[in-house]
T-cell receptor
Framework: EAEVAQSPRYKITEKSQAVAFWCDPI?????LYWYRQILGQGPELLVQ????????DSQLPKDRFSAERLKGVDSTLKIQPAELGDSAMYLC?????????????FGNGTRLTVT | TQLLEQSPQFLSIQEGENLTVYCNSS?????LQWYRQEPGEGPVLLVT?????EVKKLKRLTFQFGDARKDSSLHITAAQPGDTGLYLC???????????FGQGTELSVKP
């Protein structure tokens, strides 16, 4: 079964440094999501793309976070500068359509630790 | 304020016991999904419910969507150690609306 690919799997960085995460969704999935998950809690949506366009980035801290999906396929999420409170799991997900009952397929995430 | 409240937050039981996890809200949802997440992995979809009062079964798991589409429950019969994980409910308030996750229920089933 096709999977959502994410890299790196783990990232340790010092505060004030820049970090970037990459996601390759399932082929043909038009909708791509970036979620942040603090240990033991539910994922929180950061940004949603429909093809190459941002549909929802209302919870993205835009002073330090940026996301792009230039060709409507893979996507990059960047944090600059990283802060201690950014330590979390960053999950990418994709769905065939951004419809309310369309299942999300998640990658295994990038575990970020900011020291 | 959490839009979707899950209870209990933590549950530790012995193999063979039954359990129910609840997902409640004051808002109406167009659909509700249940996911299971194992440590170090992404959530995996278990089921989607869209109709008020709907009941779906997946082997030993029974999912119910409330009549008013404001709440849902997950019942596991004869739990096994392989059921251990974080159970997440997620709802969409309208078509094309973003999926909002509850805070999860951490289930541990001991042999």
């Amino acid at each position: 079964e096709a999977e959502v690919a994410q890299s790196p799997r783990y990232k340790i960085t010092e505060k004030s440094q820049a970090v970037a995460f990459w996601c390759d969704p399932i082929s043909g999935h038009a909708t791509l999501y970036w979620y942040r998950q603090i240990l033991g809690q539910g994922p929180e949506l950061l940004v949603q793309f429909q093809d190459e366009s941002v549909v929802d980035d209302s919870q993205l801290p835009k002073d330090r976070f940026s996301a792009e999906r230039l060709k409507g396929v893979d996507s990059t999420l960047k944090i600059q500068p990283a802060e201690l409170g950014d330590s979390a799991m960053y999950l990418c997900a994709s769905s065939l359509r951004g419809m309310y009952n369309s299942p999300l397929h998640f990658g295994n995430g990038t575990r970020l630790t900011v020291t | 304020t959490q839009l979707l409240e899950q209870s209990p937050q933590f549950l530790s039981i012995q193999e063979g016991e039954n359990l129910t996890v609840y997902c409640n809200s004051s808002s109406v949802f167009s659909s509700l999904q249940w996911y299971r997440q194992e440590p170090g992995e992404g959530p995996v979809l278990l089921v989607t419910v869209v109709t008020g009062g709907e009941v779906k079964k997946l082997k030993r798991l029974t999912f119910q969507f409330g009549d008013a589409r404001k709440d849902s429950s997950l019942h596991i019969t004869a739990a096994q150690p392989g059921d251990t994980g974080l159970y997440l409910c997620a709802g969409a308030r309208n078509q094309g609306g973003k999926l909002i996750f509850g805070q999860g229920t951490e289930l541990s089933v001991k042999p």
